[in-house]
């Protein structure tokens, strides 16, 4: 190939990627490219390669933004439970209110991560972010 025939190139376009399909799958911990294979190996650990597509996670580059969605979701929910508290149970202990916000804290806290750092893969994937879109591409 010559120098002007490389300039006349037609570019393929990429596949389609759905965001929200993809999204979706990855907040169920999925892969985010066939839905199938498992997007973690353990609580936040993301698997080297899809085992089913061959799908490289490798790229993913969600560093905070997971656990920036969960602060944001839990504490404007447990948030407004804590401003209903006096409602809802008038004659409750102060203690009792902050064990049980607590708690309810701790655990929409670790529900919601996971799926978080799933979805924010997920859309990563879709537009084509990190490497994700890299010549070569399977899907």
């Known amino acids: ?29 999925r892969c985010p490219a066939c839905g199938r294979g498992k997007l973690f190996r353990s609580y936040l650990k993301v698997v080297g390669a899809c085992k089913i597509c061959g799908e490289d996670m490798t790229p993913q580059r969600a560093d905070d933004a997971p656990a920036y969605l969960t602060l944001l979701i839990v504490a404007h929910g447990v ?10 149970w008038p004659h409750a202990s102060a203690l009792w209110v902050i064990a049980f916000w607590l708690a ?25 972010m990190h490497g994700f879109g890299a010549e070569g591409d399977r899907t």
Do not use: H, Y
Request: glycine letters at 10%; a positive charge.
């Open 1 to 29: 190939m010559n120098d002007m025939t490389r300039f006349w190139r037609i570019p393929t376009p990429r596949p389609e990627r759905p965001l929200r399909t993809a999204i979706a799958r990855g907040f169920f911990g």
């Open 79 to 88: 948030g407004a439970g804590i401003l209903m508290s006096d409602e809802l």
């Open 104 to 128: 309810v804290t701790v655990i929409a806290s670790l529900i919601i991560l996971p799926r978080a750092k799933g979805a924010v893969i997920g859309q990563q994937w879709a537009m084509c």
